[in-house]
Structures are given as structure tokens and as C-alpha cells.
């Protein structure tokens, strides 16, 4: 069965770049968020099997939207994507729940890599 998975990045073309990798590689993208805040809504609608969620994001930024939907539930599944060079939000991600982090611009495989390592 084709895991589910909701994107959540400022940027529409990286939206757009990583629906594109997913779906092509078998993954069912159920939702896309431009901000933390819809992440956190999509979240709690489409109930994903993987959140991708960018760090740096108007509104509400990664790491707020990791932790509020940590406290929604303890076991969601959640990569982050940021940057280069911001290390010590990587840091704050990961010990926040983040399973992995991707860091940008990345490669097709490296998503691929991620996704598969956390949900199969």
C-alpha cells in the first residue's frame, strides 16, 4: 500500500519538485502546506504516514509546526528540510522528534533515501 505523505514548504516549485519525486516513486502525496500553521491543520485532516516540513516558513516556522504536531501525536513521522548552514535548527529538529533532515538543494535520491529509512 502507497504510504501517504504531506508536504509542507514555503516555496511552491519545491512543493512541486518533491511531489513530483514521490509520486513518480510510488508515494501518495495527500497534502501540501505553504506555512506551519496549514501544517498543522493538513496534519489533523489527512492524518499522513510522513510529513516533510520545511524549517524556514512564514507564519509558523518547521520547528514550531514539528512540535505542535508531536504533541498532537507522539508517533508522527516527520523529515525536515533546510538549507545550508543551519545546523543548530537541524540540531533543535532532531531533538524535537524529526526523524531525519534533508538539506537543500537536494538530490531525488536523498529524499528517496529518507522517506523509504522512515516509513518503508
Known amino acids: 500500500m502507497a504510504k501517504n505523505i504531506l508536504i509542507c514548504d514555503d516555496a511552491a516549485f519545491m512543493r512541486m519538485m518533491i511531489k513530483d519525486i514521490l509520486t513518480k516513486n510510488g508515494y501518495n502525496v ?3 502546506a ?3 500553521l496549514k501544517a498543522v491543520e493538513r496534519f489533523n485532516e489527512t492524518k499522513p504516514d510522513l510529513v516533510l ?3 524556514t516558513m512564514p507564519e509558523m ?3 514550531q509546526a514539528l512540535k505542535k504536531i508531536k504533541e498532537m501525536d507522539p508517533s508522527a513521522n516527520i523529515i525536515m528540510c533546510s538549507a545550508m548552514g543551519q545546523q543548530a535548527m537541524v540540531i ?3 531533538q524535537s522528534g524529526a526523524k531525519d533532515f534533508i538539506v537543500k538543494p537536494f ?3 536523498r529524499v528517496l533515501e529518507a522517506v523509504k529509512k522512515v516509513v518503508g
Open 34 to 36: 505553504e506555512n506551519g
Open 53 to 55: 516540513m520545511d524549517i
Open 61 to 63: 516556522d518547521g520547528i
Open 92 to 94: 533543535e529538529a532532531i
Open 107 to 109: 538530490q531525488a535520491e
Open 30 to 32: 495527500v497534502g501540501e
